[in-house]
């Protein structure tokens, strides 16, 4: 029986703004796709704590209608 190594890509689903994330969504942040760990608001936006796939976590301000993509692994 051959094993076979899937493939597992990213794919931008939706652009949120920053009010709609959630915490454990997929984003993309500059060049780079992070999961969101924990989101503090603020009165002029939020701070978002993020961790990329190596663990490296941190903590990134964004205004209150800053745009994401949304990823989904597939």
């Known amino acids: 029986m051959a094993d076979t190594m899937m493939d597992m890509e990213y794919v931008k689903v939706d652009i949120l703004t920053s009010g709609q994330l959630e915490v454990d969504d ?5 060049d780079e796709v992070v999961s969101i760990v924990e989101i503090i608001s603020l009165p002029d936006g939020y ?4 961790i990329n796939d190596f663990g490296e976590r941190e903590v990134i301000e964004v205004g209150e209608y800053d745009q994401f993509d949304l990823m989904l692994l597939m």
Not at 26 to 30: D, E, P, R, T
Not at 47 to 50: G, V
């Open 47 to 50: 701070t978002i704590e993020i």
């Open 26 to 30: 997929l984003i993309q942040v500059g």
